[in-house]
């Protein structure tokens, strides 16, 4: 008797665990489609659908950070700010390596006009992804805002290091200098832009503004 009870025992413990993992293996497939629905639901900005969706797939899997963090886009993207920023706030306290939960969280604290904390998350971004330029210039215009334009100019700087055929970015780094009485990088910001466009009448009338401060800062030296 005590035999056949031992070579009972582990068929089923087996038939045990492969029931467990039976149960495991549907709750993933379900989690995965219902992650591609409400994806293509975000993406044509059906969010009423999208949020039921990825919900639904959190009922498969909570703890999902991809699952909680696109749910949160579609709070923000829905206007849900405050659901956003529960979800966003949660998952940098859990030190989700993922630079745009601080981009949305720096979004949302812009909206409410808490502008340090914006460009603490921006800051924060920016440090987990350095190749990130509209990050660099997110960061450069608040900072403009803010009336830091040498701070502003370094972030545009770095941008357009990343993206150098950015005109965009080279008028905003050339604003920024001109702001920051920094006419040399100024000029030289919109020369780089006539090399890439040499008939841009923008660029050369910026040229112009440029050199005309350059010799009012030189006169106001000399007297």
């Given at each position: 008797?005590?035999e056949?009870r031992a070579k009972?025992?582990?068929?089923?413990?087996k038939?045990?665990?492969?029931?467990?993992?039976?149960?495991?293996?549907?709750?993933?497939?379900?989690?995965l489609?219902?992650?591609?629905k409400?994806?293509?639901?975000?993406?044509?900005k059906k969010?009423d659908?999208?949020?039921?969706?990825?919900?639904?797939?959190?009922?498969?899997?909570?703890?999902?950070?991809?699952?909680?963090?696109?749910?949160?886009?579609?709070?923000?993207?829905?206007?849900?700010?405050?659901?956003?920023?529960?979800?966003?706030?949660?998952?940098?306290?859990?030190?989700?390596?993922?630079?745009?939960?601080?981009?949305?969280?720096?979004?949302?604290?812009?909206?409410?006009?808490?502008?340090p904390?914006?460009?603490?998350?921006?800051?924060?971004?920016?440090?987990?992804?350095?190749?990130n330029d509209q990050?660099?210039?997110?960061?450069?215009?608040?900072?403009n805002?803010?009336?830091?334009?040498s701070?502003?100019?370094?972030?545009?700087?770095?941008?357009?290091?990343l993206k150098?055929r950015?005109?965009?970015?080279?008028?905003?780094?050339?604003?920024?200098c001109?702001?920051?009485?920094?006419?040399?990088?100024?000029?030289?910001?919109?020369k780089?832009?006539?090399?890439?466009?040499?008939?841009?009448?923008?660029?050369?009338?910026?040229v112009?503004?440029?050199?005309?401060?350059?010799?009012e800062?030189?006169?106001?030296?000399?007297?």
């Amino acid at each position: 008797m005590r035999e056949e009870r031992a070579k009972e025992t582990p068929e089923r413990f087996k038939a045990t665990y492969t029931q467990g993992q039976n149960k495991k293996k549907p709750n993933q497939q379900e989690f995965l489609a219902y992650m591609r629905k409400a994806e293509y639901a975000l993406a044509q900005k059906k969010y009423d659908e999208a949020k039921t969706l990825f919900i639904q797939a959190l009922s498969c899997n909570p703890e999902d950070p991809d699952c909680n963090f696109k749910l949160a886009v579609t709070y923000f993207e829905s206007n849900d700010s405050r659901r956003a920023e529960q979800i966003l706030v949660r998952l940098a306290e859990q030190r989700i390596k993922n630079p745009e939960i601080h981009i949305y969280l720096a979004r949302l604290h812009f909206k409410k006009k808490s502008y340090p904390q914006a460009v603490s998350c921006y800051v924060r971004a920016a440090e987990m992804d350095d190749k990130n330029d509209q990050t660099l210039a997110a960061l450069g215009k608040l900072y403009n805002m803010l009336m830091h334009p040498s701070l502003a100019a370094e972030c545009f700087r770095r941008a357009a290091e990343l993206k150098p055929r950015s005109v965009d970015y080279l008028f905003a780094l050339a604003d920024a200098c001109i702001k920051d009485d920094d006419y040399e990088n100024a000029l030289l910001a919109v020369k780089k832009i006539l090399i890439l466009e040499p008939y841009n009448e923008d660029a050369k009338q910026k040229v112009a503004q440029i050199e005309e401060k350059m010799r009012e800062f030189e006169n106001a030296l000399m007297t």
